[in-house]
């Protein structure tokens, strides 16, 4: 399962398996090769794409179907079938798997669920702590991913490394459990990762999200709390999606998140030698 669907692919790809409690839609992956010339034309059609302002192709836009259409350079195309849990790939022969993955889960996957208005992703990573999760949020080179990882070492079992889902359930707002791989220094842009041996099945409550502020090394780690309005402002700057259809919906949820009180600011000092002060003080905060 990933991000709480079940994921039927007609052809290998590598994602581990497992079980999880929240959801249990199925949703088809269908990858079709074709030739450069083939693919070239399909992706030049008008029907398919639309120009941009030079005369380049959208990289997200609809088709005359209603299909939401990704484009990544011009070999391959994703088309997202609204309200068919289907998505088709087109590329040519040849492609790389990991990178496919890669693009599937970390892109594709979450911008079809935003759009179907089941989840909202936000830029973050998080851990279990006990039976809640805790997540740390904010932009690229924040220190996301390797406050995770630390985690891991003492013990938490992972999320979500990097795209964070969350949804309303009856224990309030929940972190949905994506993928059970972690990109701490990626070798390559359309890397996975590497597989984490104790990752979390059940989507958790979340407990507190941390938004991650690096200060200079040597400095003390602290936490602040901070106001709704900041808090909301945060939630939305680091929302990974945007779409109209599902922008209500989302505010609606990060507000709830931010009157909550469960966001507060994380100063992490740029040193590797400080993360298990960070641990002590996050573990002393929740």
């Known amino acids: 399962m990933v991000y709480g669907h079940f994921l039927d692919s007609n052809v290998p790809l590598p994602i581990v398996g497992w079980a999880a409690s929240y959801g249990g839609t ?28 030079k005369g380049r192709p959208e990289s997200v836009f609809l088709n005359d179907e209603g299909n939401l259409c990704i484009l990544i350079g011009e070999s391959i195309a994703f088309i997202l079938a609204r309200g068919r849990d ?10 790389d798997t990991e990178a496919l993955a890669y693009l599937l889960l970390n892109l594709v996957l979450p911008i079809y669920l935003e759009t179907e208005g089941r989840l909202a992703l936000l830029h973050a990573s998080a851990v279990a702590l006990g ?29 979500a490394d990097d795209r964070l889902a969350i949804s309303r359930g009856e224990q309030g ?25 104790k990752a979390c099945h059940d989507a958790l409550p979340v407990r507190k999200v941390y938004v991650l ?16 309005s900041d808090a ?16 209500v919906d989302g505010f609606r949820l990060f507000a709830d998140m931010a009157v909550s009180r469960m966001v507060s600011r994380l100063y992490v000092p740029r040193s590797m030698a400080a993360l298990p002060a960070v641990y002590e003080l996050v573990i002393r905060d929740v």
């Open 86 to 95: 289907k998505i088709q790939c087109r590329t040519e022969p040849g492609y």
């Open 131 to 159: 039976e809640q999760a805790i997540a740390f949020l904010g932009d690229c080179t924040t220190g996301k991913s390797t406050l995770a990882e630390y985690f891991l070492s003492r013990g938490c079992a992972l999320v």
């Open 173 to 197: 707002v929940l972190a949905v459990p994506s993928h059970p791989y972690m990109r701490v220094g990626p070798k390559s842009p359309l890397w996975l990762g590497e597989p984490v041996e």
């Open 232 to 247: 909301s402002w945060e939630l939305m700057r680091c929302r990974m999606v945007w779409f109209r259809d599902g922008v």
């Open 26 to 53: 199925r949703i088809e992956f269908e990858l079709t090769v074709h030739s450069h010339s083939e693919l070239l034309s399909l992706i030049r059609q008008r029907s398919i794409c639309q120009r941009g302002r």
């Open 213 to 228: 502020e690096p200060s200079a090394p040597g400095t003390e780690p602290r936490v602040e709390v901070v106001s709704a």
